[in-house]
């Protein structure tokens, strides 16, 4: 499952090479074929993302929705066309380049009211600077569920994955069994800003990097992290303990990052 740095990355890489082009659209694989024949020949005006959403804006007022889910993918290349690789489900050819799109779990055209509506339903995204955070605070402290799961529910609050999760919670030092009635809105904005701040790094980098001053490593992923996955805790060097939320997996150091259950009087 992409992170919500590589989905804002995708849009700004993909607004680039689109925007103020009439598309050619098509659907090699055939599965989207009426919806490609709407779009083809329409000006793209803009690329954009909503957690991990993406959005392909036409003149028309038509809008491209794509959600890559668990096993979508995206490949670019510059012209000449080269034959379709897979199951591409819509290719998209501007003047200068191809964006196939394979498997993703959403591809649909939306017009006017839809548009609002999906974009209501998504939570405030850290990486848009249009976004209100007091709407995720809103959520946050009204629920009992672990603080872990409502920072990765896009609905509450959009961008975080699974790897920024237990990275943010410890590097804020709350631990991710917190109930969200327990967080006070000053721990909630160093949530955020943390947030904001990391997966800005993630789109610049194009690798989820969470060390303070690191460079991407050079492992398949050029992940650099503080305890996902790891044994011990960099700062106080004690076990890190792992669970799940949702069935994904979750870090935590209990030293480093103590559960208080506790509601706080004042928010
Ligand atoms: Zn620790």
Redesign the pocket.
């Known amino acids: 499952m992409p992170e919500g740095h590589t989905i804002h990355r995708a849009a700004r890489d993909h607004h680039r090479i689109l925007a103020g082009q009439q598309l050619t659209v098509s659907s090699p694989q055939g599965r989207f074929g009426a919806g490609a024949s709407l779009l083809t020949g329409q000006l793209c005006l803009a690329v954009e993302a909503f957690g991990k959403h993406l959005l392909y804006r036409f003149k028309n007022g038509d809008v491209l929705h794509i959600h890559l889910g668990l096993f979508g993918r995206i490949q670019k290349r510059n012209l000449p066309l080269v034959e379709p690789r897979g199951a591409v489900r819509v290719r998209l050819v501007s003047d200068t380049h191809v964006i196939d799109i394979n498997g993703p779990t959403i591809c649909r055209v939306l017009a006017g009211q839809e548009v609002l509506s999906l974009i209501n339903r998504i939570g405030p995204d850290v990486l848009r600077s249009d976004s209100d955070p007091s709407l995720a605070f809103n959520r946050i402290t009204k629920s009992k569920a672990p603080i872990g799961r409502l920072i990765m529910d896009q609905s509450v609050m959009a961008g975080i994955g699974n790897i920024y999760r237990s990275e943010i919670l410890w590097r804020q030092a709350v631990h991710p069994k917190t109930p969200g009635k327990a967080i006070d809105r000053q721990t909630f904005d160093r949530i955020w800003a943390d947030a904001k701040a990391l997966l800005k790094i993630g789109v610049k980098r194009n690798a989820i990097i969470t060390v303070d001053g690191a460079r991407p490593s050079k492992s398949r992923y050029r992940e650099r992290v503080n305890i996902f996955a790891k044994d011990h805790?960099p700062?106080?060097k004690?076990a890190i303990r792992r669970f799940e939320i949702n069935g994904r997996r979750t870090f935590v150091?209990e030293?480093?990052q103590p559960l208080i259950m506790e509601i706080p009087i004042f928010k």
């Open positions: 805790c700062t106080c004690k150091c030293t480093c």
